[in-house]
């Protein structure tokens, strides 16, 4: 690496699995950090965010579920972690994998399917704009791109 090296941003990635259910969005508590949150976790080094979100479900919730389509890529850095981009996928309907769930105990101990209008109730408010732009995505079929949640300025 050179110093010219030191001059290009270094994101973390992180990738997500967006379950739909009507007006209600799959959630998993986490054991650790800020709770509630969806499938997910950070992308691994030479791993694409696509086999991390499969991964993460696999993992999380012991199904082997593949994402469909990307609909959100969001700029979110913090003071604390530096530069991120989180992806949410579309990961289909849970359908009756949803009987199949077998939480990761380490690092799960709950799921919950919740309105759109009970978001704030259960996440920080990025998280809980970045869902909502996700579920608009979704219903549109489209991807979004965000920065901290939000629809980036024009």
């Keep these: 690496m050179t110093d010219e090296d030191n ?7 992180a990738a997500g699995a967006l379950f739909v ?3 209600e969005l799959f959630l998993v508590h986490k054991t650790y950090g800020s709770g509630w949150d969806i499938p997910g976790g950070y992308v691994e080094p030479g791993e694409s965010p696509g086999a991390a979100c499969r991964r993460e479900i696999r993992e999380e919730l012991g199904i082997d579920r593949g994402p469909k389509q990307l609909l959100v890529h969001d700029w979110a850095p913090t003071e604390t972690d530096g530069d991120k981009i989180l992806y949410i996928f579309d990961c289909g309907e849970l359908g009756s994998d949803e ?3 077998t939480l990761q105990e380490t690092e799960l101990d709950q799921w919950a399917w919740v309105s759109l209008s009970k978001l704030d109730d259960y996440l920080i408010p990025r998280l809980a704009r970045r869902l909502r732009q996700a579920h608009i995505a979704h219903s549109t079929s489209r991807t979004a791109y965000l920065e901290h949640g939000a629809p980036a300025p024009q």
Excluded: W, Y
């Design 7 to 13: 001059h290009f941003a270094r994101a973390r990635l």
């Design 21 to 23: 259910r009507g007006d």
């Design 99 to 101: 009987q199949a769930i």
